[in-house]
Structure formats: structure tokens, C-alpha cells
């Protein structure tokens, strides 16, 4: 079942294609199977119904659904759109303001030149400019909407020190609103008074969120491998779902782990729905961590330094790179990235192959890990030699 925000009609602006091309696939994989979060979405409409212009923030931990939010919410208002993904290399504050420069300049057809020169990039006085020109361009109770997924993700060294993240401006110009996301911990920003901003915490609002997960599971309960999976212990369709939901602590992510897995037979063995794991915390450890095999004997210091470099360096990295930065041979490092292929992420840059953790709230899960954070003299080292290759640009020349 599919339950999508309705099109909020002529008040905003209907022209270009609803995102960035680049943005297109990440959008429609968070968008699969989306459903609810009508309360997030009336919100939204009832702040720029009651404010001429303003930033909306949704704020939530991982895997509370922010991004699929966000996606469905650009899907439905055909609004220009940018993604920040650390855990794909995509942080960077020149980027965010070339692809929605970019974005305005083909909506609003503005005799601007791309590429964009550099210096257009260096801070946020063109990007306020385009805002100013859009907003003259807005007919009487359209609206322009920006939305930006999770500012905690911006490399903040990619921007001048003390500035808002990304550069986003002070003050907006009339019908120009940004519906932006991000986790509970702050990010630099400041707004003039006469621009308003709204919190929006998904965690003040747990009956509804509850309801969103369990109309989630119950569209998902005629499967046949699920049916067979409550049949064989017992389980209605009702307490699968009342104590399935409960398990995943009202987070999306949870269920798109679980469910798959349970599909597949990872828990043939769980008598009862009770023995799954409890949030998302308790599955990374008690299913990733362990296949991973980070409590094996068997190559456990290298697959420690892996991630370790793979957490602090937060961008994808070649195999050669991470066997200099572990001080491995690469044929030990391939060995463990085999075992991990399907917690990595390999994707071609300038003709070789670079990996990273496939999302970002589980490569923070290992980089936080005690074993992996304990003082050790070889993280020492690859500490140092992360720092010379950073330095020596090695990234750059990859």
C-alpha cells in the first residue's frame, strides 16, 4: 500500500523536473513503499500557509525516515532538491550550491552561463541573488521550495569558518521557503528575525510516527515467507504487527533490515517474535557486527584499522589506498572487503574502484564501537598517515 502527501496545488511553483538528475535514483529508492507521515506533510503546509517566507526543519535520529520524508516530499511538490550523503562522498558546500544554483537557473530560465564560475561558489551571495530574482519571478500565492536533506552530513571545513551551514541565507526573500533535514545534533545557522523557523522533532510525535510503522508492517504481512514465518510460531497478523513495531522503536530503518531478513531465514531459529533484536543499535550488533566477523580471531586487528579508517576518513577509498593507510597488503585488505561485500558500497571514481559503508548511520555504528575507538599505537599510525595523505592530496590524485 502507498500512501503519499497529496500535491499541495497551485501554490507552488510547477515547472522543471522535480530534482537534480543526480538525485533521481536516491529518490525513488527512498520513496519505495512509502507510507504516512501525512502529519509531517500538513505541517509543512500549515508553516508556509502562515509564513510569507521561513525555514522548516525535520529533525530525527537515523533511520526515523527524514530523508524518505523528504524524497516523497520532493516527488509530490516537484521542488528543487539536494541530498548530502557523507557516507557517499557528497558533503561538500560548493557542490550543494552549483547543483541549486543550477536547478534555479533551468527553472526560472535565467540568462546565467553554466558551468557556473568558481567564484559564484566561494560564499552565499549568488545563491541569495538567484533566491531574490526567483521570488520576482513568483506569481501571486506561488511558492518556491528548496528542499536540502541532512545538513549534519556537510563537511563544514569545506565552508568559511563560522558561516551558516552551506551558506544558507540569513534572510529569504518572500515565497521562498527550505524544508531542510537533519539529526538531533546542531549545525551552525542563523536566521534575521523576519525570517521564521520552525523545529519540527519526529520524536514529539510517537502515537503518530507508531501508526506510520504499523501501517508499514500490515502492508507488507501478506508476503508468503512472512506468512509462513508467523504461521510456523503461532503469530497473528495482528501481534506480528503490535510487537514488531514495538521492536523497531518507531524506525523505518529497522524494518527494511529486519523484514528481508526474516524473509530470507535469518531467524529461523527465533522461536518467538520477542527474540528479535530491540531498535536498530541492538541489530547492527547483534547481526551486522558479528557477520561481519569483527569478534573472530581470523584477521580481527586489520578488520578493525579498516574500519577505523573507513569512519575517520568518511569517503570512499580505494583498496590500494586503504592497504597504505592500514599498513597491509593489498591481498589482506581484499580478503576483507570480499567478506564484506554486502556491507560496502563499491562505486567507480576516475577508473578504479572505491569502497564505503553502504549507509551512513551503520558506519557510524562501527566507527563508535570501544574496540574500534580504543587507543591503540597502530591507529596511531594510520591516524598519521591519513593526515600526510589527506595532505599529499592522494584522494585527489586516486
Known amino acids: 500500500m502507498r500512501i503519499c502527501c497529496k500535491r499541495f496545488g497551485s501554490g507552488w511553483a510547477d515547472q522543471s523536473p522535480p530534482a537534480d538528475l543526480n538525485f533521481r535514483e536516491i529518490i525513488a529508492d527512498k520513496t519505495d513503499g512509502f507510507v504516512g507521515r501525512q502529519f509531517v506533510f500538513a505541517a509543512i503546509e500549515k508553516f508556509c500557509q502562515s509564513y510569507p517566507k521561513g525555514y522548516f526543519t525535520i529533525v530525527a535520529p537515523p533511520g526515523a525516515g527524514k530523508s524518505a520524508i523528504l524524497a516523497e516530499y520532493v516527488l509530490w511538490n516537484e521542488c528543487v532538491a539536494y541530498f548530502n550523503m557523507r557516507s557517499a562522498g557528497i558533503t561538500s558546500t560548493v557542490d550543494f550550491l552549483n547543483s541549486v544554483c543550477k536547478q534555479l537557473i533551468n527553472r526560472y530560465d535565467f540568462d546565467y552561463q553554466t558551468p557556473l564560475h568558481p ?91 507508531l501508526a506510520d510503522i504499523e501501517t508499514y508492517i500490515r502492508g507488507v504481512t501478506g508476503r508468503p515467507q512472512l506468512r509462513a514465518w508467523m504461521a510456523e510460531r503461532g503469530i497473528a497478523v495482528g501481534e506480528f504487527i503490535t510487537k514488531l513495531a514495538a521492536k523497531s522503536e518507531n524506525n523505518f530503518m529497522y524494518l527494511r533490515f529486519v523484514l528481508p531478513e526474516i524473509e530470507g531465514g535469518a531467524y529461523r531459529d527465533l522461536e518467538k517474535i520477542e527474540n528479535l533484536p530491540q531498535g536498530l543499535q541492538d541489530y547492527y550488533r547483534d547481526d551486522h557486527w558479528r557477520r561481519m566477523g569483527m569478534e573472530d580471531g581470523r584477521l580481527f586487528e586489520v578488520k578493525i584499522n579498516i574500519v577505523y579508517i573507513l569512519g575517520e576518513v568518511r569517503q570512499p577509498v580505494s583498496r590500494g589506498l586503504l592497504a597504505k593507510l592500514a599498513g597491509e597488503s593489498e591481498k589482506t585488505v581484499q580478503k576483507v572487503l570480499t567478506e564484506w561485500a554486502q556491507f560496502l558500497y563499491p562505486e567507480e571514481i576516475k577508473g578504479e574502484i572505491r569502497y564505503r559503508i553502504y549507509h551512513t548511520s551503520f558506519r557510524d555504528f562501527l566507527y563508535s564501537q570501544e574496540i574500534v575507538q580504543a587507543p591503540d599505537e597502530k591507529r596511531r599510525e594510520i591516524n598519521a598517515r591519513i593526515a600526510k595523505a589527506l595532505m599529499g592530496g592522494l584522494w585527489e590524485d586516486e
Open 119 to 209: 567564484d559564484s561558489m566561494k560564499n552565499g551571495n549568488f545563491l541569495c541573488n538567484l533566491l531574490a530574482e526567483a521570488s520576482k519571478k513568483l506569481k501571486p500565492g506561488e511558492r518556491l521550495a528548496i528542499a536540502v536533506d541532512a545538513l549534519d552530513e556537510v563537511d563544514l571545513d569545506s565552508q568559511s569558518r563560522g558561516a551558516n551551514v552551506l551558506y544558507l541565507p540569513e534572510v529569504l526573500p518572500d515565497g521562498v521557503y527550505f524544508i531542510l533535514t537533519r539529526r538531533p545534533e546542531p549545525v551552525p545557522f542563523r536566521i534575521n528575525p523576519q525570517t521564521r523557523h520552525q523545529l519540527f522533532d519526529l520524536q514529539d510525535y510517537p502515537k503518530e510516527s
